[in-house]
């Protein structure tokens, strides 16, 4: 293919992937590739409004270089320097940001790659027999334990990668990342999307097995005139951090963080229990931070100093519900380790891509 067929499939790669079905807000990243040029998803855009002018174009030399860097062992200073590297590995003429993930499209062998997080997948991926299961259903599959995301999870899976080609003589198409989601990688379009069908319908027959439901239950909305006296509480509060509020019947929300994308949009950690002004200031001294989602007696509530922000969080806190649902098909949830979450917290990579979605 040339650069314009190239970047046609993977928009509509992107669009057909961006859905709610296989991902939320601004997460996920897809890409094609030549020789010497990969062409990248953006930090921060999401998958369905992507268009072929929209990729970041960068050198694949110079992102190979990358794997040779001498790296501080402080986390910071290592991804302020690899995010350095990067950027320089960006041909002329962009201003875009690459996805953090760029260098692990790159280790990939096939000309396209989707990497999406749909919650039949995390029902899976974020599952106690998780790795068990996987390699029942997906023998073909490459799982990859929980590892913090940027330069050295793309460290680890070039490992990883180059070790399966050598055990199987062949490079792996399907990638499973604990707490995180999916890669699928392959030569055409029809390649994808078989391997992604293949997935959805063999998941879909084991919650059936199991008596899983593949939907959340969520009760019906309450009457305005219950729910806007918690608004008020709400803005009473958390004052600026709720400017933007999102509204859902009830629904049992997460009680602990299940992957990063979770944490980005919606937090670690949702608020119960009565809301007041005392409740919410211990809870921002527990936390660090503000609640995201708040769960009350009249149903569930996103908010946010944006209203978008608000209902980005919603509907992760619904997305997050849902993978917390099915991961009893698998043993029961598994959550995220403080470690894993506190890196996330504080990374600045993901503070830039919550930004770029307010």
């Known amino acids: ?17 961006g859905m709610p079905d296989y991902v939320r807000g601004g997460g996920g990243n897809t890409s094609c590739k030549t020789a010497d040029t990969l062409w990248v998803k953006p930090s921060g855009t999401t998958l369905a409004r992507l268009q072929p002018e929209t990729f970041v174009e960068m050198d694949r030399p110079a992102l190979e270089r990358l794997f040779a860097l001498a790296v501080p062992a402080e986390p910071a200073a290592r991804e302020a320097q690899v995010k350095d590297a990067m950027a320089a590995a960006v041909k002329a003429g962009q201003s875009a940001r690459a996805s953090v993930e760029a260098p692990l499209h790159h280790v990939l062998h096939g000309t396209f790659v989707v990497h999406v997080h749909p919650a039949l997948v995390n029902g899976l991926t974020c599952a106690q027999h998780g790795a068990q299961a996987c390699a029942e259903m997906f023998p073909d599959a490459l799982w990859i334990p929980y590892i913090d995301p940027g330069y050295t999870l793309c460290m680890d899976v070039r490992r990883r990668v180059l070790d399966y080609t050598t055990a199987h003589n ?24 078989a391997i992604y069908r293949r997935v959805m319908v063999a998941l879909r027959g084991k919650y059936a097995a199991a008596g899983v439901a593949t939907t959340l239950p969520v009760a019906p909305p309450a009457l305005p005139d219950v729910v806007e ?14 400017a933007g509020i999102a509204y859902s019947g009830k629904f049992t929300v997460s009680p602990g963080p299940l992957s990063p994308d979770h944490i980005v949009y919606a937090k670690s950690y949702p608020f119960t229990g009565e809301l007041s002004l005392a409740n919410a200031e211990a809870f921002r001294q527990r936390h660090g931070y ?29 997305d997050e519900a849902l993978v917390w649902q099915l991961t009893a098909a698998f043993g029961g949830v598994k959550y995220m380790t403080d470690r894993a979450r506190e890196f996330i917290e504080h990374w600045e990579v993901e503070s830039y891509r919550a930004q770029q979605m307010a």
């Open 290 to 318: 503000a609640p995201m989602v708040v769960s009350s007696s009249v149903g569930v509530f996103g908010v946010g100093p944006s209203q978008k922000k608000a209902e980005l969080a919603l509907e992760l806190a619904l």
């Open 229 to 242: 006296p918690v608004m008020a509480q709400l803005r009473d509060a958390l004052s600026s951090h709720a």
């Open 1 to 17: 293919m040339n650069k314009t067929d190239l970047l046609r499939t993977i928009t509509e790669l992107s669009h057909e992937f």
């Open 170 to 193: 062949r490079p792996p198409s399907l990638l499973l990342l604990e707490n995180h989601g999916i890669f699928v990688t392959a030569d055409t379009a029809e390649g994808i999307r």
